[in-house]
């Protein structure tokens, strides 16, 4: 899979929890979320358009998060783990706001480091409880 069929599979899937997603499928779409983001923001700081600008990273973030998440968890059933790793770091997160419970943010990026190691690994070449395999090799054609 390359870059531009990822980008359009996690938008295409963008409310799909279930089933499984290559590394390449997850890493480009993460390169694509960043990147925006990241060109966004050199953007914005050159032109000092801060109120549309920041209003284009907002709503680029709000669009991209169920594809992102959607990646995430598929990604995660690859490698044979549960999805709700994910929705524990949003939770955290959202919780880590509250004042005097700053400490649930720590907890939040450890599990976030957990995540990111998990979706470096290699996904599970047979079926698992999550779905079918998806890289059986394909026969070529004459």
Known sequence: MNF?????????????FEGRAARPEFWYFVL?????????????????LYGPGLIFI?????????PFLGVAVRRLHDVNQPGYWVGIV?????????????FVG???????????????????KKNNRFGKNIY?????RR
Not at 32 to 48: H, P, R, W
Not at 106 to 124: K, P, Y
């Open 4 to 16: 531009i069929d990822a980008v359009k599979t996690c938008f295409k899937k963008y409310a799909n």
């Open 58 to 66: 907002f709503a680029f973030a709000l669009i991209a998060l169920f």
């Open 106 to 124: 720590i907890i939040s990026l450890v599990i976030n480091v957990i995540i990111l190691i998990l979706c470096a690994q290699d996904g599970d």
């Open 90 to 102: 949003l939770i955290a997160s959202v919780v880590s706001r509250i004042p005097g419970l700053y």
């Open 32 to 48: 694509f979320y960043y990147a925006v983001l990241f060109l966004s923001g050199i953007f914005i700081s050159q032109t000092e």
């Open 136 to 140: 059986k090799k394909r026969k070529k």
